[in-house]
């Protein structure tokens, strides 16, 4: 089965870029379809982006203009690439994957089976 494993996290400055990736330990992720979710303490989780195996992308309207998740297979990862960064973006960044893909719950973390262990994003202003 698919093991996603977050990495890129950690302490920025406000205004900077970031750039997360997604890989699995356990079965390629090429065939699944993946997804960013962030949690900020004390806060639900929020979905942030999800990718398709075949490429098509969707993404939290708010988070559209700074966000950009991509796939690459041969490499077996998935990014989220995060510009302007701002204090709010703080969060845990979660990879997941699921073996479908419904246009009606992409975006709801009951849609993935598979989770990471999280990724800590801190902004400082």
């Known amino acids: 089965q698919v093991q996603p494993v977050e990495s890129g996290g950690g302490l920025v400055q406000a205004g900077d870029s970031l750039r997360l990736s997604c890989t699995s330990s356990?079965?390629?992720?090429?065939?699944?379809?993946m997804a960013w979710f962030r949690q900020a303490p004390g806060k639900e989780r929020e979905f942030v982006a999800a990718?398709?195996?075949?490429?098509?992308?969707y993404y939290a309207d708010s988070l559209r203009a700074r966000f950009t998740i991509s796939r690459l297979n041969s490499k077996n990862t998935v990014d989220l690439q995060i510009n302007s960064l701002k204090p709010d973006d703080t969060a845990v960044y979660y990879c997941?994957?699921?073996?479908?893909?419904?246009?009606?719950?992409?975006?709801?973390?009951?849609?993935?089976?598979?989770w990471g262990q999280g990724t800590q994003v801190t902004v400082s202003s």
């Open positions: 990718i398709t195996w075949t490429g098509t992308t």
């Open positions: 356990g079965r390629a992720i090429d065939r699944y379809a």
């Open positions: 997941a994957a699921s073996e479908v893909f419904s246009l009606v719950y992409y975006n709801q973390g009951g849609h993935y089976d598979y």
